[in-house]
Structure formats: C-alpha cells, structure tokens
C-alpha cells in the first residue's frame, strides 16, 4: 500500500501540471518554486479532495497549504486523514 | 449618508439617472464633464506616446474573456452577447415566447463577441504569440466595462469606465510600474481632495477554488487598491495595482524574446467611481466644488467640461 505521502506525489503529478518530475522531488520541495502555478495549485486541491474524500475547510485554502508535500501531508492529516498507508 | 441616500441625491441632482436595472445609469452631461476631466487630469501624468494609447470599444473578442482566465475565474461576473442566429423555421418559437411573456432568450445564440471585463484585457490578445522587449513598454488604454453584480449601490455599476497604464515587460519592471503608480496614484487623488487609503486586496474569484486563488493574491500582494469614500462611510475602491506576475504572458503566449515568459502590472484608475467619490466629498452642487479642484480637472459650467 502506498504512504500518504507516495498518494499525494500521485495526485500532484497527475494534477499538477508541472515542468518537473513531481517523483524526483523531496518532501520538503517548495512546488511553487519548482512550477506549480495558482490555477493548477487548486486543481491539485480538488483532486486531492476526491482522492481522500475530505474536503479543505477555507482556513486551508491558503498558498501555503500545498507549498510542499510534506505540508499537504500534515493539512489532510488534520482532516483526519491517517499518516499511515493508503 | 449611506449608498440609498447618495443615489438619491444623486438622481435628485440631476447628475445620474436610473437606467431601469439595478447598477445601470445614464449621465448627465455634468456627469460626464466630471469623469472627463479626470481622465484628462491622469492623461497629462502619464505622459504615454500617442502610438501607445487606445480606446477600447465596449464589446470585445470572446476569445479574450477566455485568455484572460476571466471566464475561469469569475464566471459569474462576465457578459457574453447572443443575438438570434436561426432562419424562418426557428423564429416563430421565438416570436411565440416573445408573445405570450415567455423566455424568448433561450432562442438566442452566444456570438463571439463578449462585454470587456478590464480595459487591458483587449491589449494582450495583440501581442499574443509575439515577443515584446525586455526593456518594457507602458500602454494608456480606456475601456467601457460590464461586470455582472446588479446592485442599487451607485458604487457598484454593471457599466463602468476604466483608464489603465499597464506594463508589458520584464518582471522587475512590471513590479517597479505597479509600485510607481501606486505612489503616483495616490498622489493624484489626493490631490483632488480625497481621503485615499491604499489597502492590499483581492479580486473577486468565484466559489470555493475563488477562496483559494484570493487567499494566494493577498498572501503574495500582487493586488492594491486605493479606496476612499464613495457611496458610504466605508471606503470601496476607486483605483487598483496589479501585478499579473507571468499570468497574462502564460495565458497570451507572449514571451521576452529569450524563452522567459513576459510580466505585466496594470494601474486603473475607476473613472466613475472617482467621479462619484468627488461627488460625496465636494457635494453635488458641482458650482461650489473648490476651484482648486475644478481647474486640475479643467472642468467649467459647460456640458462635457469644455474650455
């Protein structure tokens, strides 16, 4: 099973829409730096909404939020969304 | 005196008149004298080459709302026109709704041609797939705006005018542009008398994706606006900075020459709502304006300010 972090890279990937391979970035990699626009930031939001089946309340719904994906690990996990396998 | 009460005395002056939908006015020559002066009075302190300069018709290319992200972002406030495209066939159906009070519109068609969202946005589609210099080129543009948000505050117009200097460029210079008249902005309104506070902003952007792409617009401060007093006590917007960062570049396909993408920063000044706040801080009365005021926007008792 995939890590929640291995189920973020996916969406981000598929979502994304970046110039750079979202497989070869860290953790902490800031995706705004490495390409993610605004627009496609918030397709990355809804994707990941049905990915988990949650849904970002507005205090989320802020730049930082997916910044990396490692902050939008912790975001979904205080969503509820387990750390664990996915 | 709040919104109900100015557009009263408004309509009371003479200076407006209802136009039968909510957010929509006919000028009074005396009006229009006032929003013509103001347009000469940011003219002369742009000081932009006449080849740089146009006036934008009221209707635009619907492939530009597109472009510019509006319809994306804020579906809910665009205009698109729609006329009736069918044959002898097709229009009884119409004529039978027409007739009996129904909704003849849905025999309507969209056109290609749309309401201008913003001024610049008909500048952008010129340079689309071309290169424009690193060193900048700042444009004077005027553009006849519709924004769908009926309202019976006199601030908030379905119909507006917008005069822009907006900067096509390298990122540093769209910044610089956008910081520069800022300053210079305000000093200009000021000058007139009003009370300009200069506030970081957002646009509008719809639902809950809006709520995000605002969010992300405040936290990077890529929007001021100059507000002031206009139809209440609290201040609303009569002039706004924007710096597109590479949106208008990425979204027209116009780049430096050298791969990188252009950036662009836009001032506009909000010709109506500049004239409706000289009108809340001078009175309606536009005989009694301080003379100051009335000879930096060379108005005079004669129709359209002329002089």
Redesign the interface.
Known sequence: MPSLLDTIRGVVQAHGQMPVDVSGLADSADLYQNGLTSHASVNVMLALEDSFDVEFPDALLKRSTFQSLEAIAQALETLGVSPGAH | MDSQDFRTSLFAAGLLVDGGVDGLYHRSFAFEGIVRGVERYVTRAGRVADDHRFFFSPVMARSALVSA?YV?SFPDLIGVLSSFTGGDRELPALLEDLESGGDWTTHLSALDVALCSAACHNLYPRFSHHAVSRDGQVFEVQGVCFRHEPSPDPARMQSFRMHEFVYLGSPEGAFAHREEWITRGGELLRALGLDIAVVVANDPFFG??G???A???L??ELKFELVAPISSDTPGAIASANYHEDHMG?EFDISLGDGEVMHSACFGFGLDRIALALIRRHGTDLESWPSDVTERLGMDAGGFGRS
Do not use: A, S, T, Y
Request: no cysteine; net charge positive.
């Open positions: 992200g994306r809950r994706v709520r995000m792409l969010n992300g617009q936290e990077k990425l």
